[in-house]
């Protein structure tokens, strides 16, 4: 047991990310509002203005602005911060990869929100699987205690192998959501994280350097080979930071993915975010009826750990995929592909569906839960079922 | 030069001794070249002036400063020094480059 002071809050999701980013005490946060992640920086701008932080807040005109200012103080070795949603992230699309080619441990407090049109406010994963491919570690969180730490892990990770990370929460679902937080002392908090340590600093004049040249043929393809290098360090260093963080404060939280009656589950289901507790609770009503299912929380979607999920997955018959966004690539949805993917090399292969479920923020309940469940026992029992299904759509 | 390979670049893309325009020679971009003529030239400067690759070498004589050639490295022969010098004078003009 950790003899670390742990304080019992209520606070919502958006509450929660914003009192971590306090109590982080970043050098630079540039932001602009937009829902539902509108409040993590609005209640961050009151937190500057009472000279609560020694934040320097940038308030600029659109993301695409507040992720450039956010490139511009990280290089210059500030700690650097932001949040934002759905058509936030996507207007900063194009600065994301510079922040993760650059190696800019930049932390965005992410919640997730359905992408345009028709415009839609409520969760789903579209956003932030928009950006999978961006470079930047992504981590995704059951509830806003999960969100609280993991955001404080995140600055120790990307610090120590700079590369940008952004943690998201289910918009308005856990965003706007109260639940009981059990949060750090500040300073502890401060002290965990330290100073950064950066990589370079092109404000420093007695060292001089370039930073964002053109690279064309010459150079390009071995910048890239080498970013996909630290990605693949990042799972070491995910590894590292969420097991000291459990040992130093008394937590289990989980490093890649959480694995939930697993044991000797002969079929189970494979989800990430708020729905898993969702499933869980199916898991649980299907377990009192003898049913042998189990359910696999994926936390760390960037870097993907196949490894942990193929270890996961050895012995299991059958598993359904649930996706809260779809590619539009007529094979499901993100998650399915990849999870298939990492699957497709175990001995025994099991046998596999997606479920695309809860887009534009549609009530994920517990008979659809419990639909699932049974269409994947079905799957088990070696019934021929479409790959991909959507549930709680109206026929 | 060989260049290198990914493992020994420096991390996040950055190039850690600042590089300056000097170390990118772009003379070989020439397909036609200035010749200066020194007994011709009257140092009135406007090719200096004019030349967009401060290709017009000037140096110190007596205190003064005078025309004392082209420098080729950066030279790309766009010829606006041929075309500046005064019609008069003619100290500068343009034959085939042949590297």
Redesign the interface.
């Known amino acids: 047991m950790s003899e670390t002071l742990k304080v019992k809050q209520a606070l919502t999701g958006n509450e929660a990310f914003a009192f971590a980013m306090k109590q982080i005490n970043p050098d630079v946060v540039a932001a602009y509002p937009i829902t539902p992640a509108t409040e993590i920086v609005q209640i961050f701008s009151k937190y500057v203005a009472d000279g609560e932080v020694d934040t320097e807040f940038v308030a600029v005109e659109s993301e695409h602005s507040a992720m450039s200012a956010c490139i511009g103080a990280a290089t210059a070795g500030a700690r650097v911060m932001t949040g934002t949603s759905s058509q936030g992230l996507a207007l900063m699309h194009e600065v994301l990869y510079i922040a993760s ?4 441990p930049i932390v965005l407090a992410e919640v997730n929100r359905a992408l345009s049109a028709p415009i839609n406010i409520h969760c789903d994963h579209s956003d932030t699987m928009g950006s999978r491919d961006s470079g930047w570690i992504q981590i995704y969180c059951e509830n806003a205690n999960e969100g609280y730490h993991s955001l404080i892990q995140a600055v120790k990770i990307a610090e120590t192998i ?1 590369l940008p990370v952004m943690v998201t929460l289910d918009g308005f679902i856990i965003s706007h959501g109260m639940e009981v937080v059990e949060t750090l002392e500040t300073d502890v908090v401060r002290q965990y994280l330290g100073k950064r340590k950066p ?2 600093n092109v404000l420093d004049y007695e060292n ?6 053109l ?1 064309l043929t ?2 390009y ?3 890239k ?2 970013q996909i ?2 990605m693949k360090k990042a799972k070491d260093v995910i590894e590292e930071v969420i097991t000291d963080y459990n040992k130093r404060f008394g937590f289990d939280f989980p490093v890649f993915a959480e694995a939930y009656r697993m044991e000797d589950a002969e079929y189970a289901i494979l989800s990430m975010s708020s729905a898993a507790g969702t499933m869980k609770e199916a898991v649980d009503v299907m377990r009192e009826k003898g049913e042998k299912v189990g359910l696999v929380r994926l936390k760390v979607f960037r870097p993907f750990p196949y490894e942990v999920l193929q270890e996961f997955f050895k012995n299991v018959k059958a598993i359904g995929v649930m996706d809260r966004s779809d590619s539009v690539s007529t094979m499901g949805g993100p998650v399915f592909n990849e999870v298939r993917s990492a699957l497709y090399d175990l001995d025994t292969r099991p046998r596999i569906m997606n479920f695309v479920f809860g887009l534009g923020g549609r009530d994920f309940p517990l008979s659809d839960a419990l639909y699932i469940v049974n269409r994947v026992k079905e799957l088990k029992e070696g019934k021929t079922l479409d790959f991909v299904e959507y549930v709680g759509v109206r026929e | 030069m060989k260049k290198k390979g990914w493992k020994e670049l420096p991390e996040g893309a950055i190039i850690e001794k600042v590089p300056t325009s000097q170390e990118f020679k772009t003379g070989s971009w020439r397909t036609q070249k200035p010749v200066w003529d020194p007994n011709k030239c009257t140092n009135c400067f406007l090719c200096w002036l004019y030349c967009p690759d401060s290709s017009i070498i000037l140096k110190e004589v007596n205190g003064e400063p005078k025309v004392s050639g082209i420098n080729y490295d950066y030279c790309k022969g766009c010829g606006i020094c041929a075309e500046v010098c005064p019609p008069k004078i003619k100290a500068i003009h343009m034959e085939k480059e042949e590297f």
């Open positions: 080619a650059l190696r800019l700079n990589l370079y001089p350097i370039m930073v964002g040249p690279d010459d150079y393809f071995e910048h080979r080498q290098e630290a």
